[in-house]
């Protein structure tokens, strides 16, 4: 998939990072749409950010080519449910929350399986990320391909085993 859009659903500090990230590698994808029930985050987002587009409409993020969720496991459940409606049977999830496995991410979407999950951490804002990620059976070596290179600018981003990420 050359040239994706992207969708964030949460605009805290992990879509900071990743924002931060590739703009400072010049290679901001040409369209990102980020959700936040927040309106004081969102402006603070747009700010620093002002190419991306922002909205408290989470299923504006997930209408995307690649969406990451970017919210607190706390209301991952609630947020994953309310996604699940807008999400294109093409489209690519990449979770960046912990502790929720692909088996229960796909439970909570409904049977969508087309994910990705990874544990990216604040280095990746200069390059020097170390960002495992895990790919569900579902994606197929383009889609993984896509995924790499969104993560490239960020760092590193070893392939691991799902029982592994959070090591």
């Given at each position: 998939m050359s040239n994706p859009?992207?969708?964030?659903?949460?605009g805290g500090r992990i879509a900071r990072i990743f924002l931060a990230g590739w703009t400072r590698a010049q290679q901001l994808p040409a369209r990102i749409v980020v959700a936040d029930p927040s309106a004081e985050a969102l402006a603070k987002l747009k700010a620093q950010f002002?190419?991306?587009e922002t909205t408290s409409d989470l299923a504006?993020?997930?209408a995307q080519d690649v969406v990451f969720l970017a919210t607190h496991p706390p209301v991952l459940t609630e947020a994953a449910g309310k996604?699940?409606?807008a999400l294109k049977p093409a489209a690519i999830l990449?979770?960046?929350?912990?502790?929720?496995?692909?088996a229960k991410l796909t439970a909570l979407l409904g049977g969508?399986?087309?994910?990705?999950?990874?544990?990216?951490?604040a280095?990746?804002?200069?390059?020097a990320g170390m960002n495992p990620v895990v790919f569900g059976a579902a994606l197929t070596a383009?889609?993984?391909?896509?995924?790499?290179?969104l993560f490239a600018p960020l760092g590193e981003s070893p392939e691991v085993d799902e029982a592994k990420i959070e090591a």
């Open positions: 859009s992207i969708g964030f659903i949460g002002p190419r991306i504006a993020a997930a996604a699940a409606a990449v979770s960046l929350a912990p502790k929720f496995t692909i969508f399986a087309r994910i990705a999950r990874s544990n990216p951490n280095p990746s804002v200069i390059g383009a889609d993984r391909d896509t995924v790499r290179a």
